[in-house]
């Protein structure tokens, strides 16, 4: 079975600044997705990133981007020029193609002004 | 905003009783999901209906039960409630083809079971 595994139950980051979440995943599947959904306290999930294990290139949005390692199984989640709207928990997520998602445990990430 | 909706937003029961979630998918989208989220914890897959039919299943009892419609919105219901029921429900929806079918939520339904 697939396995997500977030190590940092909870992180900090002045405004401005850049901070690093880490996602480690079990599979021996060669054909998924890795996902970064963000759950701010109103509890609505959102999709913050999305990489595909067969692209080579990490994805990129805005001030997110992703370092992934697909023979490490580990896929970071990199926040530049942190802001107060980022503070939220962080959930890392796998899933096969047309299959649900497995989620890990949630990073909660604080922004300290 | 993703589109999808849920209802209600917060609901009351009693252990023993049934409970009904409802979801309207996003347009175009033709794939729904319900998962529980425990306070404190990552999401844990239900299951998944695609056409109208079940797809994928989690680890969860039969009292737990879906429905997908024609127009796509789904109901999750739930039999014989447990205390230990008392979670977010989240529905999200896709559209599922040959290309990468991501997930968008909806706000979820807090149930709290007495």
């Known amino acids: 079975a697939q396995t997500v595994t977030q190590s940092q139950p909870e992180m900090s980051v002045q405004e401005a600044e850049t901070v690093t979440l880490s996602c480690t995943y079990d599979t021996s599947e060669s054909d998924y997705y890795l996902f970064w959904y963000k759950q701010p306290p109103s509890r609505q999930m959102i999709l913050v990133i999305r990489q595909e294990a067969y692209k080579q290139q990490n994805a990129t949005e805005n001030r997110f981007s992703v370092n992934f390692q697909k023979a490490a199984k580990s896929f970071s989640l990199k926040i530049s020029d942190s802001q107060l709207g980022d503070a939220a928990m962080y959930f890392c997520?796998?899933?096969?193609?047309?299959?649900?998602?497995?989620f890990g445990e949630g990073t909660q990430l604080t922004v300290n002004p | 905003e993703t589109g999808v909706t849920q209802s209600p937003t917060h609901l009351i029961k009693t252990r023993g009783q049934q409970v009904t979630l409802r979801c309207s998918s996003q347009s175009g989208h033709n794939t729904v999901s319900w998962y529980q989220q425990a306070l404190g914890q990552g999401p844990q897959f239900i299951f998944q209906y695609y056409r109208e039919e079940e797809n994928g299943r989690g680890n969860f009892p039969p009292r737990f039960s879906g429905l997908q419609f024609p127009n796509y919105s789904s109901e999750l219901n739930v039999n014989a409630l447990e205390l230990d029921d008392s979670a977010l429900y989240l529905c999200?929806?896709?559209?599922?083809?040959?290309?990468?079918?991501?997930?968008?939520f909806g706000p979820g339904t807090r149930l709290t079971v007495l």
């Open positions: 997520a796998y899933r096969r193609r047309r299959s649900r998602l497995t």
């Open positions: 999200a929806s896709s559209f599922t083809s040959g290309a990468t079918d991501t997930q968008y």
